[in-house]
């Protein structure tokens, strides 16, 4: 199979093990986000690669297989969405609340299934952006890339989304301060 | 720059990938310079540090690689046998026969009960495991809540088991098949709400060559001791974080 370079300037090999040694934990770990759900994730990251190995020929570019494997994704992801439910229309404008003030205790407590837990509360259209900010593979560029929508659009939408999370992380944990757990 | 547009402008900093960005540069001098803007922007990075982190602690399924190279070839497999279907037309007698074999010890080999166990054992340890559906130590509200959720029903817990402490429950799909997890503490560490015990249910049907009935089958897989038993209908396999002493004293009876 070909070398080439990817977006990050490192040679990778289109050879599908390769790729798929490369990328299916990062994938993985985005497919989970979005979904919170092991399962979910596993068919999410397995159908992008077998819509790879379908149609991975027709990439013209191949500096942009990451941002190929993770829009199609995204993708899938977005198309078992539209079978249950409708997306709502988000207005961009100014943020209205307040920027969260964040407490040391909150981020004592911090643990991967209770962020799990607060992103699957982040409104939707500001869950993935928010995923591939903190899972650092994706430069804003190619978040942009992924998510098929403009730079200023994905940094609007992280930012929103950012403060999001950490309202419901720390009233998370002040609910749980106030009435105590089983 | 104001000091909320600062803050809007800090929400997206990443320290090591923008640290040159001269995007960022006037609103870090901000923050620099006024001590509200320093203590917020110190706590907000703190966050973002433990955030990072819980993204980079997500645990990928160890099988997970595997499946889909193996998927890959089986995809393969199947477009080159239905072109030698229609090439030997005249040996659809021979080649059914040879489908049939193939089809039903792939299916073996895929749902037997030692896979489940590697697979389920691979999803949990005191550091990682599944979130939970339902967090509690109450385990008559695990039982109802996996009883009106589509989880096992009617299940039974070895005695020593039922006085242990319960930290949650959960249900997934393994190969179409409901399991039903239910994560204990042993109150061997501080932590009570940290599960170091998992009782996977399913139901004796969902896996081939289920273990015995009524004498626990005890296995090490990796950093777990496993113990697995059927009762009835139902399939048990009781994973904990220790040797086999450990995981034996949950098995006790009345």
Not at chain 2, 3 to 14: D, F, G, V
Not at chain 2, 64 to 86: C, D, M, N, P, Y
């Amino acid at each position: 199979m070909s070398l080439t370079g990817d977006d990050s300037g490192q040679s990778v090999s289109l050879d599908f093990e390769s790729l798929v040694a490369r990328y299916y934990s990062s994938l993985y770990k985005f497919a989970y986000s979005l979904t919170q759900a092991e399962a979910d994730a596993c068919d999410l990251t397995q159908q992008t690669f077998y819509v790879w190995a379908t149609k991975g020929h027709q990439l013209r570019d191949a500096t942009k297989v990451k941002t190929w494997l993770f829009t199609t994704l995204h993708r899938e992801f977005l198309e078992s969405r539209r079978r249950y439910a409708r997306f709502p229309h988000y207005e961009l404008g100014q943020m209205d609340a307040e920027l969260p003030t964040v407490s040391a205790a909150t981020v004592n407590q911090l643990d991967s299934a209770g962020v799990m837990q607060a992103l699957a509360q982040v409104d939707e259209v500001y869950k993935a952006p928010v995923a591939l900010f903190y899972l650092r593979d994706c430069s804003y560029k190619e978040i942009a890339d992924i998510l098929e929508i403009p730079m200023g659009t994905v940094k609007s939408r992280i930012a929103r989304g950012i403060a999001q999370l950490h309202t419901i992380l720390n009233g998370a944990r002040s609910t749980r301060h106030k009435e105590g757990h089983d | 720059m104001t000091s909320r547009e600062a803050k809007e402008m800090l929400l997206l900093y990443r320290p090591e990938a923008d640290k040159d960005d001269t995007e960022f540069a006037e609103a870090l001098q901000l923050a620099r310079n006024d001590p509200d803007l320093k203590q917020w922007f110190d706590q907000h990075c703190a966050m973002q540090k433990a955030l990072f982190s819980s993204f980079d602690r997500i645990a990928v399924p160890e099988a997970l690689k595997e499946q889909i190279l193996s998927e890959r070839k089986a995809h393969v497999g199947a477009s080159a046998g239905r072109k030698a279907t229609i090439l030997v037309l005249a040996a659809i007698p021979i080649l059914l026969l040879i489908t049939f074999l193939v089809v039903y010890s792939d299916t073996r080999r895929v749902a037997d009960f030692t896979t489940f166990r590697q697979m389920m054992a691979g999803k949990v340890s005191p550091e990682r495991y599944p979130v939970m559906d339902l967090e509690t130590s109450d385990l008559g509200k695990i039982r109802q809540y996996l009883a009106e959720k589509g989880g096992q029903k009617d299940y039974v817990l070895p005695a020593a088991l039922e006085k242990t402490s319960g930290t949650g429950c959960k249900i997934f799909a393994w190969r179409g098949k409901k399991v039903s997890m239910v994560c204990f503490n042993s109150g061997r560490n501080s932590t009570p709400k940290t599960p170091d015990l998992f009782l996977f249910i399913v139901d004796r049907s969902a896996v081939q060559e289920p273990p015995a009935k009524n004498a626990a089958n005890i296995e090490q897989v990796r950093q777990l001791a496993t113990a697995s038993w059927t009762d009835g209908q139902k399939t048990y396999l009781l994973a904990g974080a220790g040797d086999e002493n450990f995981v034996r004293q949950f098995l006790k009876g009345p």
